[in-house]
DNA sequence: GTGAAAGCGCTAACAT
DNA sequence: ATGTTAGCGCTTTCAC
């Protein structure tokens, strides 16, 4: 009962095949792998023949035993959110010119699914972790931080554990309100995601966008109106039905998030509505989603490419230096205005030229 | 110059200390970690509880060395598609049971990332491979395949080396000419994404719906109009463009994929037109833009959780067997209908009731 | 500058 | 059923 084919893969080319090959010992291979000091010009080079000669890779899990395994784990909250793969970019563009190769988690929600996955990225034996707006608990971040290298993007709060990249969430909010103050909007509600655990609480964006509202809405001397619910579209939809239904409508709603606004747009052709003209919705992240032209919706742009690029770098920066003093990044966001804020009170000012 | 906080990690615990601790082999701990024959339920019993009381957990890395890690890759071309999460889901769910883990390469176009991830995906002694949609060519599929067990999701075409889960992309194609046909069009389109390559041509997603789209147009007695740009969103909006210029209007469309429609949506857009009072239109994948209420996308629905599903059952068959028979799964695809699509011609009836 | 040898944490073959 | 031993492929002392 020999199979068809042959099931044994050919066996793989190890460090000692390039030895032998190139006449010289192990450690001499091993060195020039890691560009490591002791090794002549004259056998880098021999070295260099015999691994492409070969076709040589080394095997990651194999260095990882002693040394590194030049790779980077990155956990998403959720994969569908389009605002993380612009993180994401920031993260392989810094990390391209390097050795070190990335690897995403599957999306988690919850402590339990997160926990689940920093340990399986900790097991591999990854070099060092970026966690993107984790909803862990500080301590089991400083857990993890206290195992591995590890970089968290989008969460506010500073830990001596671990470094940190976030966005200006309150200024970014404080965006939405200037600009619908400005065009002459005065009942301006907020739809916010309603955080559970108070300890956490302040440290996550969301918490930062509504307090950023409701500090800019006393600034203009307004008075703030929030609805929570949570980010999702479900969410906006929820919130919007409830702000529609009051008897003193809002004339300008400002979401926490892109997909939030998907939601409210939902709730409003539901009800027969349209932006700008019955409401001016802004939101925040701008997404693909907000760029859709039957969509074209005002929203907070946060530096994503960005809060990647130096979360890889403080990475690498940490990797190379655990020892070193933790880092507060923090970027500030831009206001991209589109077509789904306008004055308030227009003639039904359709979106159709 | 000693660091203020302590820059060396706590020894992790290692199997050593879990024989020790529970007076047994260590290859005593390594038979229950694997549920492997050969150990008394007492025996068990001692060893989980000092796995239990010691925290330990087996690093994968080193498992790697001589047996599994206990992990799985997964390629997706573009994490932006808001179709590939779907897969993921289904993978992930199948796989939640077991003790494998998950993780994604970062999106790759093109070959060259295709490789570069594949080889990296290798290169940490993963278990098994799922590459979706991928465009090396069939011969680098296969080196893939001989190297570690593969399953290839969305691309047609068997072969011997691996697994291959497929929708029907000929019969959704057909689904969307059906449903037009039946509203009353007769002048519909449909923009494809390009393949530069012709051998590898037939076996993609796009040739294979154009080619349904052609096929079915036939049947119907109609002539076919085909637009090739990519699928992208700027491939919509061009291939859109052209065929607004037409002396003879198309009054449908069907886009290869939402995305394609939502470029399409951009240029009826600047054209002061709407759907589906002037154009109807369709698309493919049925993903979270199609649902969105002012995109409301009559879209084909791929059902990518059983993609997923099937893929990553047919992968762990694969790996407990590497001699077994290759398999092919195709699967059935169903159509949304939503407000995008209408008979032609008529008074332009907007969208709002 | 170079290489021999030990060992990372685990599993597999082979005793007993 | 249990333990002993020899590696897996690599990096790292530590000799020379």
């Known amino acids: ?41 004259e056998m880098r080079a021999r070295v260099r023949r015999a691994i492409e000669e070969l076709g040589y890779r080394p095997l990651a899990a194999a260095r990882g035993l002693r040394g590194r395994t030049y790779t980077v784990g990155v956990m998403l909250p959720d994969i569908r959110n389009p605002f993380f793969p612009e993180i994401l970019d920031g993260i392989t563009g810094r990390l391209a010119d390097t050795d070190y190769q990335v690897f995403l988690g599957p999306g988690c929600n919850g402590e339990k699914e997160e926990a689940r996955v920093t340990e399986a990225m900790i ?51 404080a965006l939405v309100v200037g600009h619908l103050v400005e065009l002459g909007h005065r009942r301006i509600a907020h739809i916010e995601h309603r955080e559970t655990d108070p300890t ?37 939809y929820e919130g919007a039905r409830e702000l529609l239904a009051r008897p003193q409508r809002p004339t300008a ?16 052709s539901e009800a027969g509505l349209t932006t700008p003209g019955d409401l001016s919705l802004a939101a925040y992240d701008n997404t693909a989603l907000a760029a859709l032209a039957p969509v074209s919706l005002t929203s907070v742009d946060q530096a994503g490419r960005q809060l990647g690029d130096n979360a890889a770098r403080l990475l690498l920066d940490r990797i190379e230096d655990r020892g070193k003093p933790s880092a507060q990044v923090k970027l500030s966001p831009t ?17 159709r030229p």
């Open 123 to 173: 097991d591999r034996g990854m070099d060092g972790l970026v966690l993107v707006a984790p909803v862990s608990s500080r301590t089991r971040l400083e857990a993890v931080a206290a195992t591995v290298p590890t970089v968290v993007v989008g969460r506010h709060g500073h830990s001596a554990a671990y470094d940190t990249v976030v966005d200006d969430d309150v200024a970014g909010a």
């Open 253 to 268: 709603v400002f979401a926490g998030a892109d997909i939030v606004a998907m939601g409210v747009l939902e709730a409003l």
């Open 200 to 236: 956490r609480a302040a440290e996550m964006p969301n918490a930062q966008r509504a307090d950023g509202y409701r500090r800019a809405m006393r600034a203009h001397g307004l008075v703030d109106d929030v609805v929570s619910t949570s980010y999702t579209q479900r969410g906006g």
């Open 335 to 351: 206001l991209v205005v589109r077509r789904s804020t306008a004055a308030p009170g227009q003639l039904r000012l359709q979106r």
């Open 1 to 41: 009962m020999t199979p068809p084919t042959q099931p044994t893969p050919p066996r793989r080319v190890t460090i000692v095949d390039v030895a032998r090959h190139a006449q010289v010992s192990t450690t001499a291979v091993s060195k020039v792998l890691r560009n490591a000091y002791g090794a002549s010009p």
